[in-house]
């Protein structure tokens, strides 16, 4: 171990576990917008706390949805 | 028979009538092979998030569909050849449908149980806020 941290860290927790959100559908837009930061890359669980089982329906749908032109592949 | 959800885009510059007719082809396409077009939804008129055909924008028309894999084969065969559908997808949805129930039912049994554990059979509205399940 390091030096100790001092501050506090808040412990992430998924945002589809507590919300009890089941569908990961391609079609809401406006759910999967908060997980594609501005470069419209798929956020990484690191940062957005999302677990694993639920980060992969979530980059499935952001795949759909970029097929379908509802969200960029790349944007600057 | 399988689940599927067909969307499509048409080209903005479309008329209404044309998107209807389109729908109706892709429709009698799916009921003559013996599927069922359960849903047909125009989504109106959205903004492209990226240049497709040169279009900035189209509208979107989505199929709800049961049917076999070869009627799939044949619409989408269909949207290709089309000139005014710039982009279309397919999704299975029937392994999703069966995950969200699977999902629902376990949640179901959950608070079955629960319940019975603290003696509110009777009281199936549990008054506790961990188990409200959201309705459906």
Redesign the interface.
């Known amino acids: 171990m390091a030096m100790q941290k001092q501050y506090y860290r808040r412990k992430k927790v998924c945002k589809f576990c507590v919300e009890?959100i089941?569908?990961i559908n391609?079609?809401d837009v406006k759910l999967l917008s908060q997980f594609v930061p501005e470069r419209s890359k798929i956020m990484p669980r690191r940062i957005s706390g999302v677990c694993t089982p639920h980060q992969r329906l979530l980059s499935d749908a952001i795949k759909?949805a970029?097929?379908?032109?509802?969200?960029?592949?790349a944007?600057e | 028979m399988r689940n599927y959800e067909i969307?499509f885009?048409v080209n903005p510059t479309a008329a209404d009538e044309d998107v209807d007719k389109i729908n109706g082809q892709i429709e009698g396409v799916i009921t003559a092979g013996g599927g069922k077009a359960e849903k047909i939804e125009k989504l109106g008129k959205?903004r492209?998030?990226?240049i497709?055909k040169k279009f900035r924008e189209?509208s979107f028309v989505?199929f709800t569909v049961q049917a076999d894999g070869a009627i799939i084969r044949e619409v989408e065969r269909r949207l290709r050849v089309m000139d005014l559908v710039i982009?279309?997808?397919t999704?299975r949805m029937d392994d999703?449908m069966k995950?969200?129930a699977k999902?629902?039912a376990h949640r179901q049994k959950r608070a079955a149980h629960r319940g019975r554990a603290r003696g509110e059979a009777s009281d199936r509205r549990g008054p506790s806020p961990a188990e409200q399940m959201?309705e459906e």
């Open positions: 009890r089941d569908s391609y079609k759909k970029r097929n379908i032109a509802l969200l960029p592949f944007s | 969307m885009i959205r492209l998030a990226y497709v189209g989505l982009k279309y997808l999704v999703d995950r969200l999902i629902k959201p």
